[in-house]
């Protein structure tokens, strides 16, 4: 049964998020073939966003102990994907940082998603598309919100 617009935050929210999470992995598994697991490709689109990153905070983004993470960098690095360097600030911090080869990786990632999603939507009846199209943009400035509330929360 579809939520009505006049639902509670918190139901909307809840509905939110299970389609968003089903969405995700069907897309993911669908994707899957192309030898990129959800952690390097997450990995990738935060240092692309962030720029040089510390090992402590990328591991803290990706919600993992420190070694899995620099066990990841080391394999992403055989890759040619990421870099590891000494952060300019501290020598004894490592920060790391996309490569050209992870960059290109990453936007053929997000262009076979944003393709495989783009056949799905226009299966929709074209007042559907229309909605999503909307929705879009809601939800860019409430991804945008939840940035700027964990952005001043690390401050």
């Known amino acids: 049964m579809p939520i009505l617009p006049s639902a509670p935050p918190r139901a909307v929210a809840e509905e939110?998020?299970?389609?968003?999470?089903?969405?995700n992995l069907?897309?993911?598994?669908?994707?899957a073939?192309?030898?990129v697991s959800l952690a390097q490709a997450s990995t990738l689109a935060t240092l692309s966003q962030r720029g040089p990153t510390r090992m402590t905070?990328?591991?803290a983004a990706a919600a993992v102990a420190q070694p899995s993470m620099s066990?990841?960098?080391?394999?992403?690095e055989r890759q040619g994907w990421v870099r590891r360097s000494s952060a300019l600030s501290d020598q004894?911090?490592?920060e790391v940082v996309i490569t050209g080869p992870g960059a290109r990786l990453l936007a053929e990632l997000r262009e076979a998603r944003s393709a495989a999603l783009g056949r799905h939507l226009g299966r929709l009846?074209?007042?559907d598309q229309e909605l999503l199209a909307q929705a879009a943009g809601s939800l860019g400035r409430l991804v945008?919100?939840?940035?700027?509330?964990?952005?001043?929360r690390a401050r």
Do not use: F, Y
């Not at 069907?26 to 994707?31: G, K, P």
């Not at 945008?144 to 001043?152: D, K, L, N, Q, V």
């Open 92 to 94: 004894r911090a490592v």
């Open 144 to 152: 945008e919100s939840i940035e700027e509330e964990a952005t001043g």
């Open 125 to 127: 009846a074209a007042a």
């Open 16 to 23: 939110l998020t299970a389609h968003v999470t089903r969405l």
């Open 26 to 31: 069907l897309l993911r598994s669908e994707l």
């Open 71 to 76: 066990a990841l960098i080391k394999r992403m």
């Open 33 to 35: 073939p192309q030898g």
């Open 57 to 59: 905070e990328l591991a």
